[in-house]
């Protein structure tokens, strides 16, 4: 079972990674290349080369948790620069894990009157 990611900062790495790493490897990666503490409580994301799975990292006060996720048919939306780590919404993770197509979100629109 996933955590609880609703509080949290959800971070995806750009680009794809060995997927034989594992929880050492992973947490290397979020500290050398992504620049972000593993163990600050925030989910971080990453995809294989042919981006059907996706691995989730992150740290639950006791130990890190390392989930797996495989599409069956599709692939995942996956940004492929080596630039910097990019940050989602909540709602953006939901709908990446369900296999959706995260950045065609709604953007919040805001109406005022002119009367």
């Known amino acids: 079972m996933l955590g609880d990611y609703r509080n949290a900062r959800i971070f995806i790495k750009p680009g794809r990674i060995d997927f034989r790493k594992a929880i050492n490897g992973l947490s290397g990666i979020v500290e050398n290349q992504m620049k972000h503490d593993p163990f600050s ?3 971080f994301v990453f995809c294989n ?11 639950d006060k006791s130990g890190f948790c390392l989930w797996y996720k495989r ?6 939306i996956w940004p492929m620069t080596e630039d910097e780590a990019l940050e989602l919404s909540t709602e953006e993770f939901t709908w990446l894990l369900r296999g959706l197509d995260y950045r065609r979100a709604h953007k919040l629109l805001k109406y005022s009157s002119n009367f």
Do not use: S
Request: hydrophobic letters at 30%.
């Open 71 to 76: 599409l069956e048919k599709d692939k995942f």
């Open 41 to 43: 409580g925030c989910y």
């Open 49 to 59: 080369k042919r981006k059907d799975k996706m691995k989730i990292l992150y740290w």
